[in-house]
């Protein structure tokens, strides 16, 4: 395939490396030659510098025969644009366009991007998606990272393996012994700068960081299996009213009635715009990182503080001087990657990414054959791939341990007419099953042929 990366930011320099990775054709437009060369100079993509919405830019970008142009620019006017000169101009088949400000996206102006209007095929919108990140992570404490699949009967969690963990030191393969009925899978293991695809004989340690699979209805005691006995937190307190902060804002007071939520907005104007907003929570405008603010808040009997301002220093410190007062769990929101791995150490419970979650959301919509979805894991650890069995796919009529499946995939999940299925090696792999499967990077490409073509393919 052919792709077109408007923008060369963080977000489009990250699916550019994806792309690139899996030897796609990509080309990169931005304004910056600045940001071009480095683009070019770190990865097998070629640049174009220009405006992304021009017809002459996208003509040189080779829009004529891209299979798909994806708009991450910082301007939502230019992602658009960009978008309707590659439809109106070259016919590019598929158009993904970030849209940030939230009026474009108001239901009242629902047709603006349909076909006769503004033909773009899928909107991205940061503030939604990580929004809809820390409160999936909210409902799971414990979590560093909580995606749902396979229509929800599929849950994916990361967890941190500490001390208290009571499977530690305990060969996997005895997990079945101490948990007959429990439908989990552990699908891998991070341990340093290492990703364990796990093993019968592997025994987890602390520190490790682990994702697994489990039914959603287990759940619960997966979570216990791993130590985590926190209940749902009833009290929040969420530093930030930007954007992201009246998302979330806006979404607990919908969907979770009984949460008492304080929000903290150091800027005076757009607190009273917050409070105006929402309805039952309390907004206080001050510095978060003033302890008598925090005081006011009763951060120190919140279950968990939630920091999303435009600043990581003042994310990081807000939650820090949380947890000194008392707060038991911190998510905090992190823009730079220099500091994401610093924070666990430091206390803060939770990182949240909107960079990868904005990337993993345009991944979903990139994948081949018949996957249905795709989730990046943070740090390039991997994808979480949902896909369908096809009846010409050499996995139908298999048992998993037979299947061949390529080097860095393990299946964690699968659902049969609606039903979870737990996947053993001696699992019978039908057509129709859909999978869900764990890869590493440089095996994706290999999953989206399996899932199209036989395994003689390879």
Known sequence: MKFIICGAGQVGFNIARYLAGESADVTVVDQSPELIQKITDLLDVNGVVGFASHPDVLERAGAQDADMLIAVTYADEVNMVACQVGH????VPTKIARI???SYLNPLWSDLFSASNLPIDVIISPEVEVSRAIERRLMIPGAFDAINLAGGKVTLVGVHVREETPIISTPLRQLTDLFPD???YLVTIRRGDNVIAPGGDDELQPGDDVYFMCETAHLERAMLSFGYAEKEARRLVLIGGGNIGLELARSIEERHSYVQLKVIEYDKVRAERVAQTLRRSVVIHGDALEQDILAEANVGTAETVITVTNDDEVNILAALLAKKQGCARAITLINSTSYAQLLPGLGVDTVVSPRA???????QHVR???IRAAHSLADGVGEVIEAE???TSGLAGSRIREAGLPDGVVIGALVRNGAFVVPRGGTVIQAGDLVVLFAKPGAVKK???LFSVKLEFF
């Open 182 to 184: 429990l439908h989990i």
């Open 368 to 370: 081949r054959g018949r």
């Open 357 to 363: 979650i904005t990337v993993s959301t345009i991944l």
């Open 389 to 391: 069995v096809l009846e």
């Open 88 to 91: 109106s101009l070259f016919e």
């Open 447 to 449: 999953v989206e042929r």
């Open 100 to 102: 940030r400000n939230q």
